[in-house]
């Protein structure tokens, strides 16, 4: 995966335990399903200067990074000013998005217009489908903290994501970990190429580890796979998928 990413979850709600994140969930199938190789997750606080110190680092060591949250009417959304601040830049009223809220609120109180609020040099990134487009600056993707509303900006701009498909495969086995983790190493040794993932689960009869292989490169996948089928007894597999 050449694409590095990372996810910034902007919220008190979050950290307090008063509110359960699923957008870093969402977001992390969304990128490795584009190729894209998810590096950090980091939650932090409605705190402008919190937000300005992550986003500086973020964008400088991932490709792509990703906002969710803080970007509402209210006192605690400070979100676009923590990004206008990252970078020196001003918070402006763009034009654009104040005739959207606008032509959907009406008049505008302050509260209403700091919705049209976006760091100077900002762009507006959207399919056409989009009522309010999403905001874009340098290499920031600033996304509601609304799980729905983040899940149909993300659907309508994937495809500036795309990068090499990811094969994957699961092997469901009925084996303990340690027995397994000597074979995954040899595995690993011999096909640099590919990833593999062992994950214990309990109470299920049929099986106890499912292991992940995968890899850009789907004959290196192949060979992995049945090497591990070949290696582990096949009354142990209990089946694969993908």
Known sequence: MSKTAGIIIIGDEILSGKVQDNNAFFMAKELWSHGIHLSRISIIPDDIDQIAEEVKIFSGKFDYVFTSGGIGPTHDDVTIEGIAKAFKVKTIIDKTLKEIVEKKLGTLSPEKLKMAEAPEGSELVSNGNLSFPLIKFKNIYIFPGIPELLRKKFF??????????????????????????????????????????????????????????????????????????????????????G
């Open 156 to 241: 309508a701009i994937e495809s500036l994501f795309n990068e090499p498909h990811v094969h994957l495969k699961k092997i469901y086995i009925r084996e303990s970990e340690s027995e397994i983790a000597p074979i995954l190493k040899n595995i690993l040794e011999r096909s640099k190429s590919v990833k593999i993932g062992s994950y214990p689960i309990m109470n299920i009869k049929d099986y106890s580890i499912i292991v992940t292989i995968e890899s850009l490169d789907e004959v290196s996948l192949g060979g992995a796979v049945q090497e591990l089928l070949h290696t582990v007894p096949e009354e142990n597999i209990f089946k694969v998928e």
